[in-house]
């Protein structure tokens, strides 16, 4: 949908809430506490409902990310539209441009919806490849020592690339004309490696393509795979990852050019937003209900992933 259109159709909290409570119960309205049909809406505030089972009061927002916000449901729709129409990505700054509010708002806001963008029953078939890239900043030339310090300069020693770097490592699967996984990896060994292929990937009528790194290979033992040597060419017939290392180059670029620097401990968010984007880039229904029927059955996650202090937000990864 359009932003025009979302504005037009959705432009006020009833018929918002109208459409909330519709994807996520359909017909027929749920305790959220015990699944009881058997409640009644609250004359003194209309969003809310009073179960006469369990005899607790519940909303549509129970367990979603739009548990406990203050922002108003137009608002959050005009958030949930621009995020979804912008291809690789729209800062928060931009968002309170957009919508007003303070920035600390849609930075918030905007997470959420990246956690409505989770998608649990991800399983990859076929043709699947497997890469994995490493996030962080942008390598520097070595700087020689002053004669009186025996140590190299950090930022070289932080900013070394590809293997045996120490920025982070986020290892990607890609079904072919399918959809994408990612998960960030602090070690990529073999068993962390074969876990994620296990969690994301079908192992019947499939076939795994990777490059030459040597935990990929023991992963033969559950799966069929395919190898292509990067010392000797980049493709050999269907035997490539030209897939995932081009959704690395999107989200890459797509973290430059919108959000400058991004902290390690968000890094995960940002992957899924890029993730839901990649995989419904050939979706022709409804995106926006279909993102909103999906969001209102993730919990508020991100209470999780607060910081706990200015150090760690310091912790900044680049695109």
């Not at 739009?66 to 949930?80: A, N, S």
Request: aromatic content about 10%.
């Amino acid at each position: 949908m359009t932003l025009t259109e979302i504005n037009k159709k959705y432009n006020t909290q009833a018929k918002c809430l109208k459409l909330l409570e519709k994807l996520r119960w359909g017909k027929t309205v749920k305790c959220t506490y015990c699944q009881s049909t058997n409640n009644k809406r609250q004359k003194s505030d209309p969003l809310r409902h009073t179960c006469k089972n369990c005899k607790r009061s519940f909303s549509v927002f129970v367990d979603t990310i739009f548990e406990d916000t203050r922002l108003p449901l137009p608002k959050w729709f005009t958030i949930i539209g621009l995020m979804l129409n912008s291809k690789s990505g729209i800062a928060s700054a931009e968002l309170k441009r957009n919508v007003g509010g303070s920035y600390k708002s849609s930075y918030y806001a905007a997470m959420r919806v990246r956690i409505g963008m989770l998608q649990k029953d991800t399983k990859l078939n076929g043709i699947i490849e497997m890469d994995e890239s490493y996030f962080g900043g942008k390598a520097r030339k070595r700087r020689k020592s002053k004669s009186h310090d025996n140590i190299n300069d950090l930022s070289t020693a932080t900013n070394k690339r590809g293997r045996g770097t120490n920025k982070v490592s986020v290892a990607g699967m890609v079904q072919r004309k399918g959809k994408v996984k990612t998960k960030v990896i602090e070690k990529l060994t073999k068993r962390n490696l074969l876990y994620m292929l296990k969690t994301y990937a079908k192992k019947e009528n499939a076939i795994l393509v990777t490059d030459g790194f040597r935990s990929y290979k023991e992963l033969e033992t559950y799966i069929e795979r395919l190898e292509i040597n990067h010392k000797k060419k980049f493709s050999r017939g269907m035997v490539h990852v030209n897939t995932i290392e081009g959704f690395w180059s999107y989200v890459k670029n797509g973290i430059k050019g919108n959000f400058k620097s991004i902290s390690k401990k968000y890094l995960p968010f940002y992957l899924v937003e890029y993730e839901w984007k990649f995989n419904h880039r050939n979706f022709k229904g409804n995106q926006f209900e279909k993102f909103l029927k999906n969001a209102l059955t993730h919990e508020k996650e991100l209470e999780y992933w607060k910081a706990q202090s200015s150090k760690e937000v310091k912790e900044i990864v680049y695109g």
